[in-house]
């Protein structure tokens, strides 16, 4: 560690001290985007690191609503404006009971660099609520999302601030927040993305995660000339994330044996094929149900109450749950069982625990910001057809899709290829490659707009 980072880092620890989801991915960050500040002075003289480990502005309000039975609940609801240098705000609402404002800080942090990685012109942002969905009626949600949007829709729009889906707010959930924003505001806009398609949003928008995060695989795959096909898969969730991220492995002929929930891990050795994957989709959107009832639906899988998959035997692993879901000891016994590939469909799903055995036994490892860009990014292209009031076919979005995913691979690739010295003819560093690829843009732009 260099003086200057070994200086910032305690700063944003004193300062940060009881936000240890924060900590983690700023320390990520920062200890491996050393080389580009050494190489480049200007960073340090304009105090970046310490102006970029600040959000620019933090909201956080009270959330009242009235259950079905007429109690009231008080929530709490944030939003993390962390960067504009390259855009409006931009970044999902996350909806669970463990949110608090140092979550939402490391997943504002790493939306403005995941953001900057994709080439479009967006800054990031995180928000959302420690209210729960689970077990609420329609009617219930609905009601929790209009008071959440009557005081978020002052800090939001088109311009200014897109928020988006994450944990707990899919399209049922943006619907409701839509609709309350143009009731108070008079206004139809794309102020949300992951609208539905027949009020503006975007064709590919629910797959562009999952589906983006095989085709970065795919590209790290393709510079040892191999590819999914044949690969036994295991993924962790059974969300929005995972489902499409299976539903591309399945097209593309890998074998997925696991998903799971926060209570367990169905495994399924015959393969979770795109039939039984059609089942997961109702049970999960439609009946909202457990994982759990996967073991008695199909014969030869089983349910294992309280574990993730990491135990199990893979080619390639795809974390697509949650942050910390796979610790030292998991990533160990992946690489032990022979898994070549992670890549993180959930954010930071890894500890620097584990990243570090990935790193150390040079296996291929796509970190979150780069894999799991997809999303954001057709978000993105969901803003641009609202702008210009165009819809644009499957074809030409997937197609967008897979070109970004080929950009970000190739910008990781070369950064890690001119920054890293670990780097190899079999070995590349992505995170050391994404990490500087992502800040130096939005570190750049900082320094042109002056000391705002
Ligand atoms: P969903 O709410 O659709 O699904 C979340 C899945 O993860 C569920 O299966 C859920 O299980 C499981 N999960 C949630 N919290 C925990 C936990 N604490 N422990 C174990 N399992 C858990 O969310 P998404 O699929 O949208 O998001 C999944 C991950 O992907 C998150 O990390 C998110 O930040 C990230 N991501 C999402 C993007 C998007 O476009 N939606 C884009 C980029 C990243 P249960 O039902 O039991 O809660
Ligand atoms: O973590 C993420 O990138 C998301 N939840 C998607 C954000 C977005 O604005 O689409």
């Known amino acids: 560690m260099t003086e200057y980072t070994t200086r910032v880092l305690e700063t944003v620890r004193t300062k940060n001290a009881h936000e240890p989801e924060f900590l983690q991915a700023v320390q990520e960050v920062v200890s491996t985007i050393e080389p580009v500040l050494s190489a480049k002075k200007k960073y340090e003289e304009n105090c970046i690191l310490e102006r970029i480990t600040e959000p620019e502005r933090t909201i956080i309000f009270r959330v009242p609503w009235t259950d079905d039975a007429g109690h009231i609940h008080i929530n709490r609801g944030f939003r993390v404006e962390f960067n504009s240098a390259i855009g409006p705000y931009k970044g999902g609402l996350r909806f669970h009971p463990s949110v608090n404002l140092g979550i939402l800080k490391f997943l504002g942090f790493e939306q403005v660099f995941k953001n900057s990685l994709t080439t479009l012109a967006m800054g990031g942002g995180k928000g959302g609520s420690d209210f729960d969905p689970k077990g609420k009626s329609d009617a219930e949600v609905m009601r929790f999302c209009q008071s959440f949007m009557t005081e978020l829709q002052r800090h939001i729009g088109a311009d200014t601030d897109v928020p988006a889906g994450d944990i707990g707010v899919g399209g049922r959930e943006i619907g409701y927040l ?10 139809f806009t794309g102020v949300l993305t992951g609208k539905a398609l027949n009020w503006g949003g975007s064709l590919i928008r629910p797959e562009a995660t999952g589906y983006g995060c095989v085709y970065f695989a795919q590209n ?5 000339g191999d590819d999914v096909s044949g690969k036994v898969c295991t993924v ?32 399924d050795p015959a393969g979770i094929d795109a039939e039984k994957l059609a089942w997961v989709m109702e049970l999960k959107n439609v009946r ?64 620097l625990d584990g990243i570090n055995v990935y790193l150390n036994s040079k296996i291929f490892y796509g970190p979150a910001k780069a894999a799991n860009a997809g999303g954001v990014a057709v978000s993105g292209l969901e803003m641009a057809q609202n702008s210009q009031r165009l819809d644009w076919t499957r074809e030409q979005v997937d197609a967008k ?52």
């Open 178 to 187: 839509f609709g309350q924003y143009k009731r108070l505001r008079n206004e």
């Open 220 to 224: 790290m795959l393709a510079t040892h």
């Open 236 to 267: 962790s969730g059974s969300g929005n994330v995972a489902q499409y991220l299976v539903e591309k492995l399945n097209q593309l002929g890998a074998k997925v044996v696991t998903m799971s929930d926060s209570n367990g891990t169905i495994y």
């Open 288 to 351: 909202r149900g457990r994982i759990k009832e996967y073991a008695s639906k199909f014969a030869g899988s089983e349910y294992r109450e309280g574990q993730r998959p990491w135990s199990i035997p893979c080619d390639c692993a795809f974390p697509c749950a949650t942050q910390n879901e796979i610790n030292g000891a998991e990533a160990s016994t992946l690489v032990k069982n022979g898994c070549k590939l992670v890549a993180e469909g959930a954010n930071m799903p890894t500890d």
């Open 401 to 452: 899709l897979h070109d970004i995913m080929k950009n970000i691979h190739e910008n990781a690739y070369s950064h890690a290829r001119e920054y890293s010295k670990d780097c190899t003819a079999d070995f590349t560093n992505y995170v050391v490659g994404a990490n500087i690829a992502g800040f130096v843009k939005v570190a750049d732009a900082m320094i042109d707009q002056g000391l705002v």
